[in-house]
């Protein structure tokens, strides 16, 4: 091993450097609901409003994008228009 490899090697942090894992907070019942009910709420929004992305996007076949390619797709969509509006200004 040479001087170059010890290097590396010893810039990796040792187990004990890493921070430690928390604890989940353990819920009541009551709580837990709770939880569940923020969270399919948190998801019946993000389900939405992928749904009204995928309707302003530009694709030919209307099937259901799945969510990375629905962010891709925007993401390439974006890159298009913005490349437009440069070629209009010049």
């Known amino acids: 091993m040479n001087n170059e ?8 942090p040792s187990s004990s450097t ?3 894992t928390r604890k989940k907070r353990k819920l009541n019942g009551q709580q837990r609901d ?8 948190r998801m019946l929004k993000l389900n939405k409003a992928y749904t009204q992305l995928r309707l302003v996007l530009p ?3 209307r099937c259901k994008l799945s969510r990375i390619e629905t962010l891709r797709t ?3 969509y974006i890159h298009l228009l913005n ?3 440069e070629v209009n200004n010049s």
């Open 74 to 76: 925007a993401v390439n």
């Open 18 to 20: 890493l921070q430690p």
């Open 59 to 61: 694709v030919e076949n």
């Open 5 to 12: 490899e010890k290097f590396v090697y010893n810039d990796i």
């Open 34 to 41: 709770e939880a569940t009910i923020r969270e399919k709420h």
């Open 83 to 85: 490349q437009l509006l």
